[in-house]
């Protein structure tokens, strides 16, 4: 497979119209957001019909992406199983859209949490039984599910490690942003070399290293001829999305170009 470029679209903003400007801009599949208000589940299956039809006309993919606050992990056993259920309801929408790839992110509600080891270690537990329940779920549908980093001090590379390595059939999201802001450079290079042929999907946006700002690339300080020169290294050849927030059109253009550049 060659290396693929796409968008994520915003909760905000109707779907339909995001596939649209992403094919006017060239991408090649679009990363539909699962998420409420304009991302719920039910709105974007009453779309089905529409979403699909313009995707093979545009002859364009898709791959998933949850609420990234869906507390997967949480010490609060029905909330818990309540997000579990919201969870598969995620799934039941991606089924429906055609999409195979879907991400869910390793979230913790707390701080806290991550200060005492003993809580720490169950709010992973809990996130590797909830994962497993997810993948177990999603099989019926052929459905790949991916879990994608954090930007957390909080949450370093082994501890994502830790729930990766229990959940074999698992893919890895990775997002440069995220592990920026979690170690520098050191980290990004890290993860990709530890996780190398699992990565399943890329994010990539720019930041000052401690707030996830999604700048266009350039913008931060993100070493971004490291981060291609480190997934060339693996072989990487799967999918990027740009999740470029500010700057509009302009930006992720420019952001693109530059990545392309780099590969090259």
């Known amino acids: 497979m060659a290396l693929k470029f796409g968008v994520l679209t915003s909760p905000v903003e109707d779907v339909v119209k995001q596939i649209k400007v992403a094919k006017e801009m060239g991408f090649d599949f679009i990363e539909i957001g699962i998420e409420p208000p304009m991302g719920d589940p039910e ?6 019909d529409t979403i699909l039809g313009l995707l093979k006309e545009y002859g364009m993919f898709t791959i998933g992406h949850t609420a990234w606050f869906c507390d997967l992990g949480s010490l609060v056993e029905d909330l818990r199983r309540a997000w579990i259920e919201e969870a598969k309801n995620y799934i039941d929408a991606a ?35 909830s994962m ?100 060339r290294k693996i072989g990487y050849d799967k999918t990027i999305t740009f999740e470029v927030f500010f700057g509009g059109k302009k930006a992720l253009l420019e952001s693109r170009k530059k990545i392309e550049k780099l590969w090259k």
């Open 43 to 48: 709105i974007l299956i009453a779309k089905k």
């Open 95 to 129: 089924h429906k859209l055609g999409i195979k790839l879907l991400n869910f992110h390793a979230h913790y509600a707390s701080e806290a949490y991550m200060e005492i080891d003993k809580y720490k270690k169950q709010v992973f537990d809990n996130l590797v039984d």
């Open 132 to 231: 497993e329940e997810l993948m177990g779920y999603a099989k019926q549908f052929d459905i790949k599910l991916m879990l994608e980093n954090i930007p957390s001090k909080k949450m370093q590379l082994n501890d994502f490690r830790y729930i990766v390595d229990r959940l074999p059939g698992l893919g890895v999201h990775l997002d440069v942003g995220h592990a920026f802001i979690t170690g520098g450079m050191e980290c990004v290079s890290r993860f990709i070399r530890t996780f190398g042929e699992r990565i399943a999907h890329v994010h990539v946006h720019d930041n000052n290293g401690e707030e996830d700002q999604h700048l266009g690339i350039g913008k931060g300080k993100i070493n971004y001829e490291k981060v291609v020169e480190e997934l």
